[in-house]
């Protein structure tokens, strides 16, 4: 049976920047230190550290909303990842809801990986601040 993740984090930046930096090919290659695929239209490919995580986006709200359908380099099948953002003031909440994830793949993991390698990496690379919640 396929598992849902849900997480949220709030950056010190608006939602625009965020979603520029989730969007923009050298921005994306910037945080993950590496080359990087990012086709902004519908129905283009991502791809970001040498494949390791890779896809099709769906759809794009900007500043609002990005969709696409995502994988694990050692995934047979594609999740949904939902991106939403909401400003507040100065800072940008993104909500984050992964879902049709393979049931052997463990959730406290694919969080941490979030965290580590894609939220984690713009506060670090990037420096923009976040805080958990």
Known sequence: MAQTMKMKCTFGAP???????L???????????????MEV??????EYYNGKISGMNISF????QIRQ???????????????????????CDIELIQSNIP??????????????NIFGKIEKIIGIPIFKE
């Open 23 to 37: 969007t923009e090919q050298k921005d994306i290659s910037h945080f993950t230190m590496g080359p990087s695929v």
């Open 103 to 116: 049931e052997n793949v463990e959730l406290e993991g694919l969080e941490k990986g979030w965290n580590e």
């Open 41 to 46: 239209k519908e129905g283009g490919k991502f």
């Open 61 to 64: 709200a900007p500043n609002k």
């Open 15 to 21: 939602a625009k920047i965020l979603y520029g930096i």
């Open 69 to 91: 359908k995502w994988k694990m380099w050692d995934w047979k099948d594609l999740s949904d990842v939902e991106l939403n953002f909401t400003d507040r003031d100065d800072e």
